[in-house]
């Protein structure tokens, strides 16, 4: 079966919450909520809403069943639904084995914000599709959601594309 294309459109002020959120952690994995619309071949993603990492172990993280339903109340009758996840990774965005096992379980998107060696933000998403992880391509919306993908990144994220 051939693969639906699908891109992720990640808003640029969700953006730089997520970075100002890994800025400020510590080491710690923070982690939270990917809010906007699902479409056909794009899911648009529009803001973030934090969670809190319900983990004491700094390598993982966890959001309690309260905060999901919370979050799942707070779009109730809004234009927008919970379309993925997102969590920082103090070194490289491949996803851990918990992670994988996570992703497949999920019909969201995992955003993952991480590091190369050399400092620079390497961030990856992944979908579940039929069974398999799939890596998907992500882009930063300079004006939200109905802004043409930038020919480069406004910002200095190392995306990978597959
Ligand atoms: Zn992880």
């Known amino acids: 079966m051939k693969h639906r294309s699908i891109h992720i459109g990640v808003a640029e002020g969700a953006v730089h919450a997520i970075r100002e959120l890994k800025a400020s952690s510590n080491g ?27 983990y004491e172990a700094k390598e993982s993280f966890a959001i309690s069943e309260k905060e999901y339903a919370d979050a799942l109340e707070t779009c109730r009758g809004t234009a927008v639904q919970i379309v993925g996840i997102y969590h ?3 070194d490289s965005a491949r996803p851990s084995e918990q992670d994988r096992r996570s992703i497949a379980l999920s019909s969201l998107v995992w955003l993952i914000a991480g590091q190369s060696g050399d400092g620079q933000q ?8 039929g069974g398999t992880i799939r890596e998907v ?4 919306e300079p ?3 109905h802004a043409p993908a930038p020919a480069t ?3 200095d994220l190392h995306i990978i594309r597959t």
């Open 28 to 54: 710690r994995e923070m982690c939270g909520f990917l809010l906007g619309r699902r479409g056909e071949s794009s899911i648009d993603v529009q803001t973030i809403r934090p969670a809190e990492n319900i």
């Open 88 to 90: 920082t990774h103090a």
């Open 122 to 129: 390497e961030w990856r998403c992944f979908l579940q599709d």
């Open 143 to 145: 004006t939200g959601v």
């Open 153 to 155: 990144p406004s910002l």
């Open 137 to 140: 391509p992500m882009t930063c």
